[in-house]
Every structure is written in structure tokens, then in C-alpha cells.
């Protein structure tokens, strides 16, 4: 069976650490034969969560988010993955702005449907790719597996990785990708 792997990047910059976490995720994904979507957030239009009514909108009942933007096409590619991977540029410690965009409002939609959320007991990995000092990597990681979590996924890592880091790190990342998608084949298998 094929397992489609959906990879997301979160930075402006479209040849730096997080492109090349991205890369090394789909080279182990795909080395491992899954299919991989990989989606750079920065590409899309993704506006913030609008808290609609009085704290929530269609997200709470339908499940869906009402603000209509690049959104709703994204979450359809991320619920119909098998799998996935959320790369992010650290910033204050805490996730890139593009990332917290999406996730705060797929959180919503999923989050809310409890054990029915679309992407529960799905296998995910995040990164949190820093700067020199890696400051605030676990912090970052920290609001990564919150996401995680309320969507009730599966967590198979969370991995940090900086400037200094790189080289060994991004061996690392290809190596949990490839592991992750062999981990969902022996699942299936029992
Ligand atoms: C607004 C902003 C905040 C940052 N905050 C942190 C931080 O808290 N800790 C850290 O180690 N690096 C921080 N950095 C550095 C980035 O995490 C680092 O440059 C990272 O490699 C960016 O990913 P990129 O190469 O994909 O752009 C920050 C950078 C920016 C632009």
C-alpha cells in the first residue's frame, strides 16, 4: 500500500533551513514509498483565525472554517493524508506566523470533533528548525505537540534542529520520515 504523506513548511525563506527540512522529509518519505504533498504555507493565502460569534463559528458545529481563503483547500489535502510532517522556522520560540495561521484554525475544525477528528491516530513528525543559539526550540516543539494533540494525532517525533546542528539533524529528519512510513506499513500489517 502506498500511504500519502503530506509534508507542511512554514518559513519565507524558500532555500533555508526549513526548505531543507522539508527536502530531507520528502526524500525519506518518498524513499520509503509513500507519495508526498509537500505544501510550502508561505506560497498560500491564510489569514488568521476571525474567533466569529463569540469565540466560534462554523468550525465548533460543521467542522469547517467559514473565513474563505486558500484554507479550505489546504485542509482538504492535509485530512486526506495518511500521515503527516509540519516543519517551522522558530520564531520567539514559538512557531512561524504562516504555521500558526493554519494550525490555529484546523485545530478549530478538528479539534472540536473530538475522537471524529479527521486527523486523529494519524502519525506526524515536527520540526522546529532555530537559528544559531536554538533558543526556544523546545518551546516550539511544545505548541507543536499542544496541536498535535488536541487533534488528537499521533505523535512519532518531534526533532529540533539549528545552524549547527544541520548536517547530522538533517540525516536525522529523512531517517524519521522513511521510519515513520514503515512504522504505518508493520501497523497495518497486524
Ligand atoms: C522573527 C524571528 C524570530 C526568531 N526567533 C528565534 C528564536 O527564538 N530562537 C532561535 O534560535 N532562532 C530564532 N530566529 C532565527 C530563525 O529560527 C532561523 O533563522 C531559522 O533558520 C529560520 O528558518 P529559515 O532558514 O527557514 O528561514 C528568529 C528569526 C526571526 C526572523
Known amino acids: 500500500m502506498s500511504y500519502r504523506i503530506v509534508i507542511l513548511t512554514s518559513s519565507p525563506n524558500k ?6 527540512c522539508g ?17 510550502d504555507l508561505n506560497s498560500y493565502n491564510v489569514g488568521r483565525c476571525q474567533a466569529c460569534g463569540t469565540g466560534y463559528g462554523t468550525c465548533r458545529t460543521e467542522h469547517r472554517c467559514q473565513v474563505e481563503d486558500d ?14 510532517a509540519v516543519v517551522t ?10 504555521a500558526k495561521a493554519f494550525l490555529d484554525r484546523v485545530r478549530r475544525c478538528e479539534a472540536t470533533a473530538r475522537e471524529a477528528s479527521r486527523l486523529a491516530s494519524k502519525p506526524c513528525i515536527g520540526v522546529a528548525a532555530a537559528g544559531g543559539s536554538g ?11 499542544q ?11 518531534l526533532i529540533t534542529i ?3 546542528s544541520r548536517v547530522y539533524k538533517l540525516e536525522a529528519i529523512e531517517a524519521a520520515a522513511k521510519a ?11
Request: proline share 1%.
Open 89 to 98: 522556522p522558530v520564531y520567539w520560540g514559538d512557531l512561524s506566523e504562516s
Open 23 to 39: 527536502r530531507a522529509l520528502r526524500e525519506g518519505a518518498a524513499g520509503a514509498g509513500a507519495t508526498v504533498d509537500l505544501i
Open 162 to 164: 539549528t545552524r549547527k
Open 135 to 145: 533558543a526556544g526550540t523546545i518551546t516550539c516543539l511544545f505548541s507543536m505537540q
Open 71 to 84: 484554507f479550505q483547500a489546504l485542509n482538504e489535502r492535509l485530512i486526506g493524508a495518511d500521515a503527516y
Open 147 to 157: 496541536f498535535m494533540n488536541h487533534v488528537r494525532s499521533e505523535v512519532f517525533d
Open 15 to 20: 532555500d533555508g533551513l526549513t526548505a531543507a
Open 180 to 190: 515513520m512510513v514503515e512504522y504505518m506499513r508493520q501497523k497495518a500489517a497486524q
